[in-house]
């Protein structure tokens, strides 16, 4: 039996890779419905190629036309404009397996739907595990649904923990998150003021989607990374560092008890964390290179303590302040950051003052350990609202 999937965000970075890990392998993988924001042309390419049954786009003016051209084109997929249209396709009965690749907490609503349907749910979209945490995690279980990491750093902790979940938390000692450093891991930090959207996106070793480059030349992807396995691996914030590795060859690691490490390497390649989601527990080709241990020069490793990177990247340590606050905290700082990113990549704030929008929406917006999705996705509006008025400020 072929696995039916489902790409939510298949015209990004991580969808357009999950699809040429699916067409690898058509004998294993099927796809059932994909989805975009407002990617008519290549939606379509998509559809043309794989034949789903469903598409969604985020907008009905993107739908119609889609659906125009489908028409035109003689193509079979049918096009969803349901207001849960989202929900439907990652939820339905003819699906196995949901790649949550959408960005910000726009997917949370989807991975929702997928973890309570029992799903095998492929999570890269970072930002629905921080804004949900355990109501996400909750449904999951409730759901019997299987949450597998896509995000390379997850992906490696989980190559590198025991199979059994139950034997995780008396077994190991701390994880170890690499982060690269991103593009400014030398830049002087009273520079950063001047960098410009184009500048933060050119990351040095991924080619990613520009709201993660910005939180990678940030460090608010490695914070956002520690909160998405406080809720993934169960273990406490203090068990959880980070390293900066500018190579980016080790993805992550675990030490255990007895300080014997595992790790997991390779070339950096999202294909293979998205071909290990898929074949979990089995393994196929990806299409990444292999790593040449010949041509590596060395890998360095460097403390955040270190350099002046506390200073540089003051947004990480808000992961371990925003755990050890409320609940719901993590959800305030996730939509912060997508507001503020969403700000400078707009121009409207410099680079220096997304952390500026982020602590000032930490201070204003009241907490009270928000435990249901009806008073996260509120504080989550309502974290929304105070981040705009914080940019707005900051732009006069
Ligand atoms: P991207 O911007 O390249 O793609 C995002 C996708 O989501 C697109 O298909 C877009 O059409 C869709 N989308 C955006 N906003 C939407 C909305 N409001 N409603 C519905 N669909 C919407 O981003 P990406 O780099 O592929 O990242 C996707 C997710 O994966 C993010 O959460 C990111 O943190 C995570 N991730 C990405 C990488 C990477 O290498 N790119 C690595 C690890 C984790
Ligand atoms: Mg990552």
């Not at 397996?97 to 910000?104: E, L, Q």
Request: proline letters at 5%; glycine letters at 6%; one cysteine or more.
């Amino acid at each position: 039996m072929k696995q039916r999937l489902t790409v939510l965000g298949s015209t990004g970075s991580i969808g357009t890779s999950t699809l040429d890990v699916v067409a690898r392998h058509p004998d294993r993988f099927e796809i059932w419905a994909l989805s975009a924001a407002t990617q008519v042309d290549l939606m379509l390419a998509q559809c043309a190629q794989f034949r789903p049954r469903f598409a969604v786009m985020a907008s009905e003016p993107h739908a119609r036309l889609l659906a125009d051209q489908l028409q035109a084109n003689s193509l079979p997929t049918q096009v969803l404009l349901a207001k849960d249209a989202l929900e439907i396709i990652a939820s339905h009965k003819e699906v196995d397996t949901v790649m949550a690749a959408i960005v910000g907490a726009a997917g949370l609503a989807p991975c929702l739907a997928a973890a309570r349907a029992g799903k095998r749910l492929l999570l890269a979209n970072k930002e629905a595990l921080v804004v949900g945490g355990q109501v996400f995690m909750e449904a999951v279980r409730q759901g019997g649904a299987t949450l597998l990491p896509i995000d390379s750093e997850h992906s490696a902790i989980f190559q590198s923990l025991p199979e059994d979940p139950a034997t995780w938390l008396q077994r190991i000692d701390k994880i170890i998150l690499t982060a690269s450093g991103g593009p400014f891991r030398q830049r002087a930090p009273d520079t950063l003021r001047d960098v410009t959207p184009e500048q933060a996106c050119a990351h040095p070793n991924w080619s990613m989607g520009r709201k993660i480059s910005v939180d990678s030349a940030t460090m608010m992807n490695k914070a956002l990374e520690v909160i998405e396995a406080r809720y993934l691996f169960g273990v406490a914030p203090a068990q959880l560092e980070v390293v900066i590795h500018p190579q980016s060859v080790i993805h992550s690691m675990v030490q255990y008890r007895d300080m014997s490490v595992v790790a997991q390497l390779g070339t950096p390649d999202m294909r293979v964390p998205i071909a290990y989601g898929l074949s979990w527990p089995e393994r196929v080709a990806s299409g990444a290179s292999a790593l040449d241990f010949h041509a590596l020069s060395a890998m360095t490793f460097e403390a955040i303590s270190d350099h002046g990177h506390a200073e540089r990247f003051p947004g990480l340590q808000l992961a371990w302040d925003a755990l050890a606050a409320p609940a719901g905290t993590t959800a305030v700082l996730n939509a912060a950051n997508e507001v503020s990113v969403a700000a400078f990549l707009a121009k409207r704030i410099r680079f220096d003052q997304i952390h500026h929008v982020n602590l000032a929406t930490l201070e204003a917006v009241p907490l009270s350990g928000s435990d249901s999705l009806a008073a996260l996705l509120a504080l989550d509006l309502e974290s929304r609202r105070v981040a705009e008025q914080a940019a707005h400020r900051l732009a006069a």
